[in-house]
Structure formats: structure tokens, C-alpha cells
């Protein structure tokens, strides 16, 4: 188990989960929520949350091909 704990924490370009990276999308827009931030961090705020957005857009897109691929091969099948 060791193991998985360094590859979790070897590189930020490792790929993250989607579920991660929706989670840290959630608690980024808690801290815009805070009245008390400065504009210059609620900029910075919103410049990571739209590449948390983007990139789980494009890990959705991929698994959203992935499952038509496998549903059409499937209906082949049964053709």
C-alpha cells in the first residue's frame, strides 16, 4: 500500500480523477463565495476554476466516446 501513496504524489502532471478535480472545483467557488477576497485572488480563484472545468470537461468527452464506441460495437453484436 506504500506503493500507492508515492504514485499518488510523485508529479502535478500526473492525470487527477475527475472526482478530484470537481471537488477542488466546489471548494474553489466556496472561497469565491467569500465576501472577504481580495479582486486580484478572486481572479486567480476563477482562472483555476476554469481550467479545474476544462479539464474535467475533456476527461467527461473522453469517457463520453469511450461508452458511445463500446454501445455501438455492442448493438453490432446484436444486429
Do not use: H, Q
Amino acid at each position: 500500500m506504500a506503493t500507492k501513496k508515492t504514485e499518488n504524489t510523485e508529479t502535478k502532471t500526473e492525470k487527477r480523477s475527475v472526482d478530484d478535480m470537481l471537488n477542488e472545483l466546489a471548494e474553489t467557488v466556496d472561497k469565491l463565495d467569500d465576501e472577504d477576497i481580495s479582486l486580484e485572488e478572486a481572479f486567480k480563484l476563477y482562472e483555476k476554476g476554469m481550467k479545474l472545468a476544462k479539464s474535467c470537461n475533456e476527461e467527461i468527452d473522453i469517457v463520453e466516446k469511450k461508452v458511445l464506441e463500446i454501445t455501438k460495437d455492442g448493438e453490432k453484436e446484436f444486429e
